[in-house]
């Protein structure tokens, strides 16, 4: 399937167009590589027979017999574009009329719906370009603020979000709220940022990296020709790294240095072998190439987060960010690099929504009789989230084994609204 965010937006037209009318409450994410989308479409909004159903059962206001809270039935939908391309990304906002879905409360005055809540560097950047062609105010919501919030929104409300993948095995973790904190939450994008998070809005950068995303894709393009994100990925499975890096095989003649615990398989230095044979880029097979920069990337971050959880004693760390792209490899890669050097004492894992933390709280910032308390109100109340909590094969969700999984990138869920 392709992943291209242009083919997202595809795959989600039937959707759109199905519930164009109920579309509300646009959120981006635009970032040094790509933009994310997120906006809320209602198929449904009702009171009583979801009140029938049950759905209504733990509001305090309703069990009261007062009924301050409506039920919305609907789907948050996910696209992605490359941010090179961002007019690519307007002219889908204008054919779809996005633009007029900023926020859609009944009690918004009209000149808020012009206004879309937006953040990464590009809110800022392309704030001119957005008032220009669409006539949209990006309200800027700060970066890291929103990515924490998208995270706890996830790590709470959303069943089998977190998942660990090593030695090829997927296992997905059930996250008990009340131990849900502290944690370390690296974001791997175009650069990497680690964000200790304590609780709802309670974060601290506490570093971050230049060696990430955009090195990987940057570098790997100068490296080997390729002309997309996924064509370097897909080559990269094809490839052996051990053909261009120098091993501790290599140094010590075969043999490991036990002594200090390390194999003879173990990399010595990454692309090192180069030094020695007498050999041009050209005369390296791109496959292996493009496997040896994905493998160094990821042990770095998998290495430099596992330093920053040691410095805050943080066992649980979880990686987000369009980088891993539920890929296995990378996965496999930082999981065993945060494996090795934590003695097994702390564990990686991975979100299923991983690029779209950062819009998803963007989202969330909705505020006037919105998504702010709504998502407090799922969160608290996740048992009424709609049955098939859902996902998202559409891009970057692949992997997932999950009975429900849809090809749409959508969760589909049941919130309640403040009337
Ligand atoms: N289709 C794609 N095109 C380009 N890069 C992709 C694609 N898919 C995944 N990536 C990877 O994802 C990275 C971007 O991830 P993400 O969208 O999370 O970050 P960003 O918001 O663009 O960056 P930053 O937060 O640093 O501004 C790219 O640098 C690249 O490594
Ligand atoms: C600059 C941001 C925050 C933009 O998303 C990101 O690309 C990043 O965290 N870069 C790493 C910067 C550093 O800490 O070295």
Same mark, same amino acid.
């Given at each position: 399937?392709a992943r291209?965010g ?37 198929s449904s ?11 209504? *059962? ?11 809270y ?22 889908f ?22 206004v ?9 950047k ?14 800027? !919501? ?19 979000e977190? @998942?660990t ?12 709220h009340?131990d ?11 650069g ?13 950068r ?35 790294? *051990? ?13 490991g ?8 398989t ?18 390296y *097979? ?18 430099i987060?596992?330093?920053?959880a040691?410095?805050f004693?943080?066992?649980r ?7 891993i ?37 963007? @989202?969330m ?12 109100? @799922? ?17 970057? @969700? ?11 990138g959508?969760?589909?869920?049941? !919130?309640?609204? *403040?009337?």
């Amino acid at each position: 399937m392709a992943r291209d965010g242009i083919e997202v937006g595809k795959l989600e037209e039937k959707e759109l167009k199905l519930s164009e009318d109920q579309v509300s409450h646009l959120a981006l994410d635009i970032g040094g590589s790509l933009i994310k989308m997120v906006y809320f479409s209602s198929s449904s909004s009702c009171s009583s027979d979801d009140q029938k159903n049950g759905f209504l *059962r733990d509001g305090t206001s309703t069990s009261s017999g007062n009924l301050d809270y409506r039920v919305l039935s609907g789907r948050l939908h996910f696209l992605k574009f490359e941010t090179s391309k961002i007019s690519e990304c307007i002219k889908f906002i204008s054919s779809k009329r996005l633009q007029h879905y900023g926020d859609q409360s009944d009690d918004a005055p009209a000149s808020d719906k012009h206004v879309v809540k937006a953040t990464g560097g590009g809110a800022f950047k392309f704030a001119d370009l957005f008032k220009e062609k669409l006539g949209i105010i990006l309200d800027k !919501v700060d970066e890291m603020s929103s990515l924490v919030t998208g995270a706890n929104f996830l790590l709470k409300a959303v069943h089998n979000e977190a @998942f660990t993948y090593m030695d090829g095995v997927k296992d997905y973790v059930q996250i008990d709220h009340k131990d849900l904190y502290p944690y370390l939450l690296v974001n791997v994008g175009s650069g990497v940022s680690m964000i200790k998070v304590d609780g709802d809005n309670k974060f601290e950068r506490v570093s971050g990296t230049s060696v990430g995303g955009g090195t990987f894709w940057g570098l790997g393009k100068l490296l080997t020709k390729c002309k997309s994100f996924d064509e370097l990925l897909e080559l990269s499975h094809q490839g052996n790294n *051990r053909v261009i890096d120098m091993l501790v095989g290599d140094i010590y003649g075969g043999t490991g240095y036990s002594k200090i615990g390390l194999p003879s398989t173990t990399i010595a230095s990454s692309f090192g072998k180069a030094i020695s044979e007498n050999k041009e880029l050209e005369d390296y *097979r791109a496959e292996d190439v493009a496997r040896s920069l994905l493998r160094m990337i990821s042990n770095n971050i998998g290495q430099i987060a596992y330093l920053n959880a040691l410095r805050f004693g943080l066992k649980r760390i979880f990686f987000g960010g369009f980088f891993i792209r539920g890929h296995e490899y990378t996965m496999d890669t930082i999981s065993v690099a945060v494996h090795f050097w934590s003695n097994g004492e702390a564990k990686a894992l991975f979100l299923r929504h991983e690029g779209f933390l950062g819009a998803l709280g963007a @989202f969330m910032s909705y505020e006037k009789k919105g998504f702010t308390h709504t998502a407090h109100q @799922f969160t608290e109340q996740h048992s009424s989230v709609a049955k098939s909590p859902p996902f998202c094969t559409g891009d970057g @969700f692949e992997s997932s084994t999950h009975a429900d999984v849809k090809d749409n990138g959508c969760i589909e869920f049941r !919130v309640q609204v *403040r009337n």
